[in-house]
């Protein structure tokens, strides 16, 4: 599963692969998170409230480009949060 991007000790994942509503994979130590694409909701995991809280503001600044990936299935890496 390719790394988007890195920040504050979350590592953002999206499967190539994969079938289902668009989404992507939030990884902060032993914690995980599935967000949905089109409400940037937290679908399944056990993410800390503010880790949920930094990786809804860093994907709402690359929600199309998080799209357009899951719809090329062509990975490219993106900024992290600032």
Known sequence: MPVITRFYGIVIK????????????????????????????????????????????????YQKELQQMWETQEYRRLPGLE
């Open 14 to 61: 999206m499967y190539f692969r994969e079938h289902g509503v668009p989404h992507f994979h939030a990884v902060y130590g032993e914690y995980n998170g599935v967000f949905l694409l089109a409400s940037l909701d937290m679908e399944e995991g056990d993410l800390p409230p503010r880790a949920q809280r930094l990786v809804r503001e860093w994907a709402a600044c």
